[in-house]
C-alpha cells in the first residue's frame, strides 16, 4: 500500500502572506510523487489556494505572547486526531525554498526527523534540533502537547524556543543528511567584507531545501527595499536572481 503523504503548514498573523503557503504547495506539487495532502493550519485561510487543506489554529492555552516569542503554536501539529493526519507527515516553514524532490524526507525512521543546528552551524554549543522542517508520524508524540498545557509557564521559561522544547520531549531525534537542508545564511551568504561585492551564492545540486531562519527572509531578496536586506555586520543588497525566479516559477506575485 503507497505511504500516506502529508506536508503541513502554519500560517499566523501578519508576517508571512496567502502568497507563501501557495507558492510552497506549487514548489511542493512539483516536487512530490504520487498521491499527497496538503495541509495550512492558520488564523487566517484568505487568499489561500483552494487545493490546499486549511484549518484553523486549536487552542493550547498558549498566551498571547508565546505566538510570537518563538514559535509555540507549531506544537498543536502534534494534537491527536487533529487535521485528518494519517501516516508520515512532513513540516516545511513558510520560508524555506524547495529545489527537488521530498520523496525522501518520507522514508527516513525517527520519531521526529528534523534539522540538526550544528549542521547549520558548526559553532553551535549543543546538538539542537530546529523545527523549520521536520517528519513524524501522525497521533505519535500528543505527550508534548500534553505537558506544555501541563505546565506552560515552566517549560516556556526553561526553553525559550518550541523547537528547545521538542528537543527536550523526543531526545532520540535524528537530524537530516547533512546536504538536504541547507541554511541561507550559513550556506549561501557571503562572508563578511565580501557580502558588500558578490550576491549570494548559488545553491548547490545537491541541496533539497533551503531554510530561511531569522533575517532576511525570501520576500526580502526576491522585492528588496533600498538598502541593506541583511542583518549588520552582514550586507545585502537588490534581487536575488534564483530567488526571484523561484518565486515566478511557482506562482509568487511580483
Known amino acids: 500500500m503507497p505511504m500516506k503523504k502529508t506536508i503541513i503548514c502554519m500560517k499566523w498573523g501578519t ?7 501557495n507558492v510552497l504547495y506549487n514548489a511542493v506539487r ?28 486549536p487552542d493550547i492555552g498558549l498566551r498571547q505572547k508565546d505566538w510570537y516569542d518563538g514559535a509555540w503554536p507549531k506544537l498543536t501539529v502534534f494534537l491527536p486526531k487533529q487535521f485528518g ?8 516553514d513558510l520560508d524555506s525554498v524547495i529545489l527537488s524532490s521530498l520523496d525522501d524526507f ?9 534539522i540538526d543546528l550544528t549542521r547549520f552551524n558548526p559553532k553551535a554549543e549543543k546538538k539542537e534540533l530546529l523545527s523549520g522542517v521536520f ?30 522544547f ?19 545564511k550559513y550556506a549561501l ?7 558588500r561585492i558578490f550576491k549570494p551564492k548559488s545553491p548547490p545540486a545537491s541541496a533539497k531545501i533551503i531554510a530561511f531562519h531569522g533575517t532576511p527572509r525570501p520576500i526580502d531578496i526576491i522585492l528588496p527595499k533600498q538598502g541593506n536586506w541583511d542583518c549588520f555586520p552582514h550586507y545585502g543588497s537588490g534581487i536575488v536572481d534564483w530567488a526571484r525566479n523561484y518565486w515566478i516559477q511557482n506562482g509568487g506575485e511580483i
Open 85 to 92: 493526519l494519517e501516516g508520515r507527515c512532513l513540516f516545511i
Open 15 to 21: 508576517l508571512y502572506s496567502a502568497g507563501y503557503v
Open 189 to 195: 551568504r557571503q562572508p563578511l567584507i565580501l557580502d
Open 30 to 57: 512539483k516536487n512530490i510523487t504520487g498521491d499527497f495532502r496538503f495541509v495550512c493550519v492558520t488564523d487566517d485561510a484568505t487568499g489561500i489556494d483552494e487545493n490546499v487543506d486549511c484549518f484553523p489554529i
Open 135 to 164: 517528519a513524524f508520524d501522525a497521533d505519535s508524540l500528543g505527550h508534548i502537547v500534553e505537558t506544555i498545557q501541563r505546565y506552560r509557564d515552566t517549560v516556556i521559561d526553561k526553553c525559550k524556543l518550541e523547537q528547545s
Open 166 to 184: 521538542i528537543s527536550d520531549q523526543v531526545p532520540d531525534w535524528v537530524g537530516w543528511p547533512n546536504d538536504w537542508v541547507i541554511s541561507f
Open 106 to 114: 518520507f522514508h527516513i525512521s525517527g520519531k521526529v526527523v528534523a
